[in-house]
């Protein structure tokens, strides 16, 4: 017995042979993860990202597999930029590799510690347990990175109250990487 197995476009992230679902989040949905989150109204049915996954089965010990597809693009000086989240199931890692495009990935602890990876064609990057992650795309062109990650890990979207400790601007026609400062 052969089965067909699903299929990757490497050098694309399109992911075909299966069923497949796609979800794709606006900028008007984003509005309050960017700094100037008003800027997003002038544009709000515009995809700021799009999740590719196999349609798979889930439970305890299994794992999904999913593409993001992040556009370029900024609002005010920030480039586009995913959600962001911890897993619901804390202890639960993840691992992204970069397809095409260029980006980062920021990564910050329950400490509140942030730290971010270059994510480019070939880039392999660990997400340990206890680690919050956002893509950012500095590029432009499509970021695009594979994830694999446990079906039971959830997303919390809620546990940053005052978001990633770094925000990912363009000054000067360069990427600069800024600390956040809370008041
Ligand atoms: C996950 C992955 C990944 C992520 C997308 C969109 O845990 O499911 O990290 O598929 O969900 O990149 O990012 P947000 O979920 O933060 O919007
Ligand atoms: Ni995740």
Do not use: C
């Not at 067909?4 to 476009?9: G, I, K, S, V, Y």
């Amino acid at each position: 017995l052969l089965i067909q197995p699903f299929q990757l476009a490497w050098a694309t992230g399109a992911l075909s042979h299966g069923p497949l679902i796609r979800k794709t989040t606006l900028l008007g949905d984003l509005s309050a993860i960017f700094t100037d989150g008003d800027a997003t109204q002038l544009f709000p049915d515009r995809p700021a990202y799009a999740v590719d996954m196999f349609d798979t089965p889930g439970g305890e010990g299994e794992l999904y597999v999913g593409v993001t597809h992040l556009y370029p693009g900024k609002v005010g000086d920030e480039y586009f930029m995913t959600r962001g989240h911890f897993h619901q199931r804390r202890e639960q890692g993840e691992v992204y590799f970069g397809l095409q495009g260029e980006g980062l990935l920021l990564m910050q602890n329950q400490q509140g510690q942030a730290w971010t990876e270059p994510v480019f064609a070939g880039s392999v990057h660990i997400i340990p347990g206890y680690t919050a992650h956002r893509l950012i795309n500095t590029g432009s062109q499509t970021l695009s990175a594979l994830a694999v990650w446990p079906s039971t890990a959830g997303h919390d979207y809620t546990s940053l109250p005052h978001g990633f400790a770094l925000r990912v601007i363009e000054k000067a026609g360069k990427v600069r990487i800024m600390a956040v400062k809370h008041g």
